[in-house]
């Protein structure tokens, strides 16, 4: 029984992380359309952006990661607003745009930093472990668990109750319309855009002091990512989170119970079944046809 | 029948073109002068620079160069400079084999450096094979081959685990947790050290693989916690080092009791997570940075000197830098006109010197290394301290775990 709890925790714990990657993802991908391949890379920043603050200005990962959204973001707006708005957000387009963006930040990091193995701190406050429902855990995972739900809650927010929100929504209804109704369709998306990489960047952030840091580490992230947006349907915010939470329980207990090459090829196996009856995945937005 | 003056001459073109190409000593002796053109002597460098692996790569490419400059900066040998043709094989397997073959058949380079994986390894051993070049491979690996055309100077499988898992039996107790990447080196020294268990009446509580790259360790900490070992056997490689030490260390399990025993943890990957989380932990190979000797000294201060006062020296760096003296000390045998790589390779055939490790020696028999089995603990400083040294240096056995095969000189021999 109480390895069952310990697995259940566990399997919130990866989820929470998988949340907290894909959450950007859901944004760029679900409201825009845009399939942004260099969202791995946005994780990596993240990290490394973690990593030069601790580095040469002596911040903790706590008190950096305000900043570190800013910065992600910030890049994230450039290259909306100089790459893709160009391209028209089309989606073949784009597909190819972000992917070369990703390689070139890939390699732009390695030339400027090294290819080594970086280090970024657990805030002190948060090494330890603690009791939930008498299973030790990482007080950091809890942590992570936290944050991961306060940035899903806030983003549902802007969604759905601001001025922002409601503009990219009738955007994404019908992008003329909303136009005609003087909505700038170019700012909100870039904005959309940017607040998405900033997203990721915190999650590169968050998870660096469990992982490690390298140039590349965003490849592993990035297919994460798709899968949990693709299992939790496009458009649809609380189908991520859902998601989310069910491929973290997944993949947790079969690794439990057999081993995570297994864990790894099953999930994969039983998402593209899953996609092949259900390509619109778990939880659809309705919108109007 | 008579012979004009014109066939006489095709005639003679004909035999002069056949004894070309029939007597193929004639060219491959020129072609052997090549190899020290001009007082340079070519040799290839081939560690990624880009990709995956290039993380640790990077430091094998740095130590190979510092130990070239040192040999030119001392007169080069025998007064021919060696002139390092780095390429860029960027961690893909396929890569390789086309800059090696570039390296040997494009270059004219009589020797390669290079390679840390051994899937890179597997990947280039045609193309020296089959152009009967030499490649030197500095790293640790799964043993378990017998080329005629790699120097090996890594560890294999008896020379981390003969000292190290009877040592740790005896220290914390017989239940091992072994874990390892999912590719064949890990499977390989698993191999081993179940044997070695075996013998000392140990037991396997769990083997497992992850894939290559795994950063997530929640569940296989659960299992061990559920299965409580007394030692966990690591042969994960890569950023999954760093991920597995550091979620351990935020699980709040205790190294005094359970700790991990790697054979690929080195100061590279210490740095990277933090001295916090590799504290308490051990590892086992030949050399490690705060090994005591003049020779280290001197190799650890030149190579901060030349890439950065922040920069670690570890054991596969460390084998880059003597392999290349050995190379040195080979070429300084032959006669300039002998110059091949054939000749080199028998020329280092039990050729010693004073590594930063202490005197190290090439097996004839199989072209493996002579090292030195040490044990040492990670410190939070992020260095390690060395805690046992082996009294006697140890013979390079790359098939230990197959009883009934050998590597001679011959090639890989099958007692019945």
Known sequence: MDQFIEQIVTGLSIGSILLLVALGLSIIYGSMGIINLAHGEFVMLGAYAAWVFHTYLGLGLLASLVPIFLVVAAFGWVIERYVLSLLNNRPLDTILATWGVGIMLQQAVRLMVGSELRYVQLPPALADSMNVFGIPISSYRVFLFVVSIALFGATWMLMNRTTVGMKLRAIIQDRSVAASFGINAKRVYALTFAYGAGLAGLAGALVSPL?????????????????????????????TVASAFILGELSGGIAFLQNDTVAKTIVLLAIVVLIRFRPEGLFTARVRA | MSISRRTLLRNTAALGAFAGAGLPHIWIKNADLAYAAGGEIKVGVLFSLTGTTAIIEESLNKATLLAIEEINAAGGIKGSKIVPIVEDPASDPATFSEKARKLVVGDKCV??????????????????????????????????????????????????????????????????????????????????????????????????????????????????????????????????????????????????????????????????????????????????????????????????????????????????????????????????????????????????????????????????????????????????????????????????????????????????
Not at chain 2, 114 to 141: C, D, H, I, M
Not at chain 2, 308 to 320: N, Y
Not at chain 2, 324 to 334: D, G, N
Request: hydrophobic share 35%; net charge neutral; charged share 20%.
């Open chain 1, 211 to 239: 992982k490690s840091v390298s140039p590349d580490m965003g490849t592993g992230y990035v297919v994460d990512a798709f899968m949990v947006v693709v299992l939790g349907g496009v458009q649809s915010l609380a189908g």
């Open chain 2, 111 to 416: 020797s390669v450096f290079g390679s840390y994986t051994s899937a890179s390894r597997k990947a280039v051993l045609p193309v020296f094979e089959r152009q009967n070049n030499l490649y030197w491979y500095p790293t640790l690996y799964e043993g378990r081959e017998c080329s005629k055309n790699v120097i090996y100077t890594g560890a294999v499988p008896n020379q981390q685990q003969d000292e190290f898992v009877p040592w740790l039996v005896k220290k914390f107790g017989k239940k091992f947790y072994l874990i390892g990447s999912n590719y064949i080196y890990p499977k390989e020294e698993n191999n081993y050290c179940k044997k070695l268990l075996e013998k000392l009446g140990g037991e396997v509580v769990a083997e497992e693989y992850v894939p290559l790259g795994h950063s997530e360790f929640s569940s296989v900490i659960n299992k061990i916690r559920s299965t409580q070992p007394n030692v966990i056997f690591s042969t994960v490689v890569g950023d999954s080092v760093v991920a597995l030490h550091r979620q351990y260390k935020a699980a709040g399990l205790d190294p005094e009791k359970m700790p991990m025993a790697s054979l690929t943890t080195s100061e590279n990957e210490v740095a990277a997570m933090g001295g916090e989380a590799a504290a308490g932990h051990f590892t086992s190979a030949p050399y490690f940075m705060v090994h005591k000797s003049p020779e280290n000294e001197k190799f650890v201060e030149a190579y901060k000197k030349r890439w950065g006062a922040d920069k670690v020296t570890h054991f596969v760096s460390e084998a880059c830098y003597f392999q290349t003296y050995l190379f040195k000390q080979a070429v300084e045998k032959l006669a300039t006109s002998d110059l091949t790589p054939p000749n080199i390779r028998d020329a280092v055939k039990g050729q010693s010197m004073i590594a930063p490790q202490g005197k190290v020696q090439i097996e004839p028999e199989n072209l493996h290394t002579w090292l030195w089995p040490k044990i040492a603990q990670a410190k939070s400083n992020g260095q390690f301290e060395i805690l046992v040294e082996a009294k006697d240096w140890l013979k390079p056995v790359p098939y230990a775990a197959y009883p009934g095969q050998s590597c001679t000189e011959k090639g890989l021999v099958e007692k019945s």
